[in-house]
């Protein structure tokens, strides 16, 4: 008997009628859809790494050396106002060489650094020429970016009108099928994207490591500070009905 009951019971479950296509005004539909919102924003700020070799016969000498040079270096970026000074990269290398029949001689070292900082675009150009004047070597490389502020400002003002976009397109796709929005259930609010910069990083640029006591001030180095592209995706899913 009670087998007999349970199939009964499950028969009556399945034979029962579906809701939502019996009284579907009862049931609201669920309508998705992302709204894209992109701006193009200035580079105002330029990171710089610059890099620092030198070269003598003895360890101590090349400790030296480049402590002294990283010290030129520094006291001028700091006198020109560069900000988010941070010295990476510290080695020291032996130079070695061949002998046969025996070890290799070691003839002197070579000691390594970096350093890096940011500044504006409209100082750039003097800083890139008086820093390979005041101890860098090289400029490694230089990236254009707007600051977090501006990048974090123009991320909210995307994601508001992402936002309306993906509102207004549900709103026409509920109107389309003869319904209307009843409520917001869910919002998605994707990370800022930048987009490449339009002005890439010069190559590498070597020059001697000191200006010699009477030569002239070295010419700007000329730079383009560019803009980049943001963009801001946001997913909404509405309820609609009739």
Same mark, same amino acid.
């Given at each position: 008997?009670?087998?007999?009951?349970?199939?009964?019971?499950?028969?009556?479950?399945?034979? #029962?009628?579906?809701?939502?296509?019996?009284?579907?005004?009862?049931?609201?539909?669920?309508?998705?859809?992302?709204?894209?919102?992109?701006?193009? %924003?200035?580079? @105002?700020?330029?990171?710089?790494?610059?890099?620092?070799?030198?070269?003598?016969?003895?360890?101590?000498?090349? +400790?030296?050396?480049? #402590? #002294? +040079?990283?010290?030129?270096?520094?006291?001028?970026?700091?006198? +020109?106002?560069? +900000?988010?000074?941070?010295?990476?990269?510290?080695?020291?290398? =032996?130079? @070695?060489?061949?002998?046969?029949?025996?070890? *290799?001689?070691?003839?002197?070292?070579?000691?390594? @650094?970096?350093?890096?900082?940011?500044? @504006?675009?409209?100082?750039?150009?003097?800083?890139?020429?008086?820093?390979?004047?005041?101890? $860098?070597?090289?400029?490694?490389?230089?990236?254009?970016?707007?600051?977090?502020?501006?990048?974090?400002? $123009?991320?909210? *003002?995307? $994601?508001?009108?992402?936002?309306?976009?993906?509102?207004?397109?549900?709103?026409? %796709?509920?109107?389309?099928?003869?319904?209307?929005?009843?409520?917001?259930?869910?919002?998605?609010?994707?990370?800022?994207?930048?987009?490449? =910069?339009? %002005?890439?990083? =010069? #190559?590498?640029?070597?020059?001697?490591?000191?200006?010699?006591?009477?030569?002239? =001030?070295?010419?700007? %180095?000329?730079?383009?500070?560019?803009?980049?592209?943001?963009?801001?995706?946001?997913?909404?899913?509405?309820?609609?009905?009739?």
């Amino acid at each position: 008997m009670a087998l007999s009951l349970g199939a009964s019971s499950l028969r009556a479950q399945s034979a #029962a009628p579906d809701p939502c296509a019996t009284t579907p005004q009862n049931f609201p539909t669920y309508i998705s859809t992302t709204g894209t919102a992109q701006t193009r %924003i200035p580079n @105002t700020a330029v990171d710089i790494t610059l890099g620092l070799t030198v070269m003598k016969v003895g360890l101590p000498a090349t +400790q030296r050396a480049l #402590a #002294a +040079q990283s010290g030129t270096l520094l006291t001028f970026l700091r006198a +020109q106002g560069a +900000q988010r000074l941070i010295t990476t990269n510290v080695s020291f290398t =032996p130079e @070695t060489r061949y002998q046969k029949h025996s070890l *290799d001689k070691t003839v002197g070292y070579t000691g390594t @650094t970096s350093v890096s900082f940011r500044t @504006t675009p409209e100082k750039a150009p003097d800083l890139l020429a008086g820093a390979l004047a005041n101890g $860098a070597n090289t400029i490694d490389g230089t990236v254009f970016t707007p600051t977090e502020q501006e990048i974090e400002d $123009a991320r909210r *003002d995307l $994601a508001a009108q992402a936002t309306k976009t993906a509102v207004a397109q549900v709103e026409t %796709i509920a109107r389309a099928v003869g319904l209307h929005v009843l409520s917001m259930r869910d919002i998605s609010v994707g990370s800022a994207s930048p987009g490449t =910069p339009d %002005i890439p990083s =010069p #190559a590498m640029v070597a020059m001697p490591a000191m200006m010699r006591a009477g030569e002239p =001030p070295p010419p700007p %180095i000329a730079t383009a500070q560019g803009d980049q592209q943001l963009s801001i995706s946001v997913s909404v899913t509405a309820a609609a009905g009739r």
